[in-house]
């Protein structure tokens, strides 16, 4: 599915959301699209729209504040890192059991997600194919359902940040589609 994205569309996509450019990432995205088992260039535009959304436009692999004023189980320093970010202890040992083929390398340093960039999009792979895709990639709904059902309820600015950021990327990936407003519905509905 490497064929998915060109070099160029991937710089483009960052353009349209207003970040830098990142050409030493390409090979690392284009490794985790196959991975992750993406399929379509309507898929491939979910997940770059929640990966822009979880790692500001690829500029940092951690929650904002180390997710300072929130609970996490397992204590403070499992908060959420990564391309599509994993919080959590649990978290940590399922993506260590699959990317690492042990439970505990993550438990033990869960900094690795953040310090780590060919971990962290293995982890993102991971997250989309095991976590994402069983649930459902018709909708941006649909995907953030599965990474921050929270963003459903209440405070919706995270999850219009995120339709910001698809539409965009569509407008780049599917110039002759409606900017995929079948997967992103009209703000009016929230």
Not at 80 to 108: F, M, N, P, T, W
Not at 162 to 174: D, G, P, T
Request: hydrophobic share 35%; proline share 4%.
């Amino acid at each position: 599915m490497a064929d998915l994205l060109t070099a160029e569309e991937f710089q483009r996509t960052l353009s349209a959301i207003h970040r830098p450019a990142q050409p030493q990432q390409f090979p690392l995205l284009q490794q985790a699209i196959e991975d992750a088992e993406i399929g379509s260039r309507a898929e491939l535009a979910l997940f770059l729209a929640n990966v822009y959304h979880d790692s500001d436009g690829l500029q940092r692999l951690a929650e904002k504040d180390n997710g300072k004023g929130k609970e996490f189980d397992g204590g403070y320093r499992y908060y959420g890192r990564g391309y599509l970010q994993i919080a959590h202890i649990y978290s940590y040992r399922d993506a260590s059991e699959a990317v690492l083929g042990d439970e505990l390398i993550l438990e033990k340093r869960p900094e690795r997600v953040e310090k780590e960039p060919q971990l962290a999009w293995d982890v993102a792979a991971w997250v989309w194919r095991e976590r994402v895709k069983p649930y459902g990639t018709a909708t941006l709904e649909d995907t953030v359902r599965s990474l921050n059902s929270d963003e459903l309820d209440g405070d919706r600015s995270a999850l219009r940040r995120r339709k910001q950021f698809l539409r965009a990327i569509n407008k780049v990936l599917q110039p002759t589609a409606d900017a995929g407003e079948e997967a992103c519905p009209d703000e009016n509905d929230e």
